[in-house]
């Protein structure tokens, strides 16, 4: 069993998540009074009861989303779970990953996300950009529907999620331009995305600016376990390398179809999706049908991993 942890990014937030974690496991709820303390106010209290419209905030969110991961990972750990020989993140994942690998302290991880959130929100004004999943395309056809939408405008592929599933981004004429020519060209559905901004396309370059000076000024230490980042889908163990990823993830595309294609040839057999929800498991079960998708994100989700344990122990 060769296992790679995986952490989710921005969508997979929910009122109620790490709540029953940090009830049953006092290591849990450690880690979200030190999330409250880190950013001065009590995310705890977001996570677990929400309301929706406030944590869908993106400087929320992403905060959020971290503070679940690290309780679950703390969790995993205090339990005897399986060491990871990789880890990845899905966009802000990617600083929970770095985390889980001894290269980012929780506390700087929360403050930087928390930024991040900020900057990309003001990078654009609202209604200005949008974002949209085109499921089922030909990728082949992906290049000319792209430049063909654009006119003068941005419209970019955001996340490579899946052989099925690409998210583009880019200004919202653009984007509404993409998901016509998608369909033309035998996309299955184009799903315009709730989001309060274009992420990982050119648009965010002003907060990729911003956010330098916060990289440049926090402590990145080499990796204990190596990371397959987001820009390149390439291992990573320095500090300088993690710092080099976060800032160019920000205007580049989540390159995830890659990431979890190279975790198959490293002999990966299993990945574990630390946090909230099971949007990982989805992609990767799409991506590489030999890997087994796991997930921890409540108490009970343990019960699937050790029985998944004893299987390939006996096996």
Known sequence: MKIAYLFPGQGSQFAGMGKEL???FQVAKAAFEEADEALGFRLSTLCFEGPEEDLKQTENTQPALVATSIAGLRVLRSIGAPEPAFVAGHSLGEYSALVAAGSLDFADALRLVRKRGQYMQAAVPAGVGAMAAILKMPIAALDGVLAEAAQGEV??????NSPDQIVIAGHKAAVDRAMELAKAAGAKRCVPLPVSAPFHCPLMRPAQVMLKADLDETKFSGLSVPLV??????????????REGLFEQVPNPVRWVE????????????????????????L??????????LNFGLPGDWVQIE??????GEA
Do not use: M
């Open 22 to 24: 940090a009830a049953e």
């Open 259 to 282: 990431t979890v294609q190279f975790l198959a040839s490293q002999g990966v057999t299993h990945t574990l999706e630390v946090g909230a929800g099971k949007v990982l498991c989805g």
């Open 307 to 312: 029985a998944t344990r004893t299987i390939e």
């Open 284 to 293: 990767v079960k799409n991506i590489d049908s030999t890997i087994v998708p």
């Open 155 to 160: 419209v970019t592929a955001a996340n490579l």
């Open 229 to 242: 980042n987001n820009w390149q889908a390439r291992v990573i163990q320095s500090g300088e390398d993690a």
